[in-house]
């Protein structure tokens, strides 16, 4: 069984910065890429950003790109999300989860494991 627990979430103001941790335990953490996406109120989930398995390689949504980075410690099994410059619009609730897939992914569709979220709200 897979588990996956995010933390870090939290209000913020307009500009600031929040990091986002996700653990995993269960299995070979360093053998799969891992994701963040994130939902907003009333809103479908979306994909923020992915990484590979020894985090080579990295992707991320055009809206958050230059703001938002996705970087791995596999001797921790923790994935995080450095969040920039933050936007009331990225206020929504953020998962992490992760893939047996090969290579960076971004469909909510190829990933087999879900935390069960963090809430981030950025006041203006």
């Known amino acids: 069984q897979v588990q996956l627990v995010e933390s870090g979430g939290g209000l913020v103001q307009a500009g600031g910065s929040l990091r986002l941790s996700c653990a995993a335990s269960?299995?070979?953490?360093?053998?799969?890429?891992m994701g963040w996406f994130r939902q907003a109120p009333g809103k479908e989930r979306e994909f923020v950003a992915a990484?590979?398995?020894?985090?080579?390689?990295?992707y991320s949504a055009d809206s958050v790109k230059g703001r938002f980075t996705i970087s791995r410690d596999n001797a921790k099994n923790t994935v995080y999300l450095q969040m920039n410059s933050l936007k009331p619009e990225d206020t929504a609730v953020y998962y992490c989860?992760?893939?047996?897939?090969?290579?960076?992914?971004?469909?909510?569709?190829?990933?087999?494991?879900w935390g069960q979220g963090t809430q981030v709200t950025v006041s203006s």
């Open positions: 989860a992760t893939t047996t897939r090969v290579g960076v992914r971004s469909k909510i569709w190829e990933y087999d494991y």
């Open positions: 269960g299995r070979t953490f360093s053998n799969y890429a």
């Open positions: 990484i590979s398995w020894n985090g080579g390689s990295t």
